[in-house]
């Protein structure tokens, strides 16, 4: 009999990531075509989520403690995820549980086992290709039990057949988030990028890289829409630099539709990512993109120039060059934000990436 009931276990419901909004948006797809869903939140013990859910999903918040430091959490937070999670599969039936943070997914994987009565999928949302080697270790001797790994890209399909080959792996993209009514003119003076503060984001280095652009088109604006730690070192690179008046750096919001709508150009400069959701959201918006060439996501997400530019890692004259290409020229930034937005539409609409889900609960 097939389990109509679903389990997301994620770290936390109250961030604002790429990894939040995805989950959150399956777990309306999965409630909107029958299934029975509850999130559970691992290290909260209470509070909302930050993006919209239907009012019939269950929200379960475990409250385990996570430990900053890698030791720690090996040692005293595994303990401890282990007894909650392990209780969890115990006062569970006929449950299909979907791990989408990597410490949650080796955890959980544990404390699963062969258990028969519930099924574990673990979803994984980051760059394999560069993943630490006691990370692959912990894949390889954890997850040979579990019923299917879903991963976003193809490059880390590869990855993970070439370790786990007698475990079901399929690749299951992240679906837009929304489809929308209106598209940028792309007519602004303006360049955007959304995402945490973190060094993963490396934002340091595309500031870097906009000051003699910005410094030669001075009515053009560079925004950064996010929080983190990495805030006041960058507002102090900014300001060093002189660019006060054209970096500006904004809190996260849910309204970031109208970031989108008022900008001509997106750029990410990230070191890593799993699949960007934001990538997608900025090409639905009909804004062309220029991207470095990280692992993973942009090249399979950018088709280079027809929607934007992939761009070497950390080659700054590349970088550049096209980035004044598409300042430079109105037409080029719009035809390329409309073949972007259409490309979105055929390849990751929400239609075509639930009957994909459906299809993986349906065969385990």
Known sequence: MVSKQVCLLIADIRKSGGTERAVFNLANDLCEIGYSVTIVSIFSDKGNAFYPLVSNIRIEHLGVYFQTSLVKRLLVGFRDLYKALNQLNKRATNTIFVATDPFVSFVMAKAHG????????VCEHMALSISKFYSVWFRRALFKKVDAVVVLTNRDLEFIRERLSDVKSVVIPNRISFLPEKLSSCQSKTVLSVGRLEPQKNYAELIEICEPILKAHSDWELIIVGG?????????????????????????????VDYFLGASIYVMSSIYEGFPMVLLEAKSYGLPIVSFDCPNGPREMIVDQKDGYLVDMHNHADFRKSLER?????????????????DVNLRYAKKEVIVEWKKLLDSI
């Open 114 to 121: 062969a258990d028969k009565r519930n099924k574990l999928i």
């Open 228 to 256: 983190g730690s990495q805030k006041e070192m960058l507002l102090g690179l900014i300001k060093s630099k002189q660019l006060v008046g054209q970096i500006s750096i904004k809190e996260p919001t849910r309204q970031i």
């Open 326 to 342: 598409l300042i430079g020229d109105t037409a080029l930034r719009a035809q390329y934000g409309m073949d972007g937005s259409k």
